[in-house]
């Protein structure tokens, strides 16, 4: 979040694009909604340039903060990350339920991504899929990986035919019958 006030962080992150030649719709940066309320104005010009130079735009620890519609409606972001203390209670706390279901409908008819954070149960799973919420991550899925351990994971998964993408730590929860891990799976 340091990095993120430097003024000079947009042109090193474009500098790095260009040397390194990746696609810029491939990085995504994660705010949380703390950075998006201490320098409004401020995070609206960096947000802007960042959509201009076609980098991805997530909160991250949403509902934590002064969760404004306003932050939303005015903010090119891509995607909210729900925080896991409202999945804790998902399955005991009628509130949460709510407001979690509230928060994705309001995700989807905006057009903004969606993850829960901190899944690690079935039920919670379960609840989250009947609400539509279709990316998730948490101790449910695996632990946090090293890139050693991804690039392990990938090639045994890849090994059985199975084809992975990696995106963040999130994963796109899937049918029962297939076991997911920390990569999101194509739908083909």
């Known amino acids: 979040e340091r990095q993120f006030a430097h003024p000079d962080f947009l042109d090193m992150v474009f500098e790095t694009l260009t040397r390194t030649r990746l696609d810029p719709s491939?990085?995504?940066?994660?705010?949380?909604?703390?950075?998006?309320?201490?320098?409004?104005?401020g995070i609206w010009e960096s947000l802007a340039r960042?959509?201009?130079?076609?980098l991805q735009v997530?909160?991250?620890?949403?509902?934590?903060g002064f969760s404004s519609l306003h932050f939303l409606r005015q903010m090119p972001i891509d995607k909210i990350k729900i925080d896991r203390t409202f999945i804790e209670k998902i399955g005991t706390e009628a509130?949460?339920?709510?407001?979690?279901?509230?928060?994705v409908v309001l995700a989807h008819n905006l057009g903004i991504d969606i993850v829960a954070e901190g899944v690690e149960t079935e039920a919670q799973r379960a609840l989250l899929l009947e609400l539509s919420c279709l990316y998730g991550q948490?101790?449910?899925?695996d632990r946090p990986l090293t890139p050693r351990e991804v690039s392990r994971k990938l090639s045994?998964?890849?090994?059985?035919?199975?084809?992975?993408?990696?995106?963040d730590r999130a994963v796109k929860?899937?049918?029962?019958r297939i076991r997911v891990?920390?990569?999101?799976?194509?739908e083909r």
């Open 156 to 167: 045994e998964r890849c090994g059985n035919g199975e084809v992975f993408v990696m995106e």
């Open 95 to 103: 509130q949460d339920l709510e407001i979690i279901r509230a928060t």
């Open 50 to 54: 960042m959509k201009a130079m076609g």
């Open 173 to 176: 929860f899937m049918l029962p």
């Open 181 to 186: 891990v920390n990569f999101r799976e194509e």
């Open 138 to 141: 948490g101790y449910l899925f």
């Open 26 to 41: 491939l990085l995504r940066l994660e705010l949380t909604e703390g950075v998006m309320q201490a320098n409004a104005r």
């Open 58 to 64: 997530q909160i991250d620890d949403f509902g934590t």
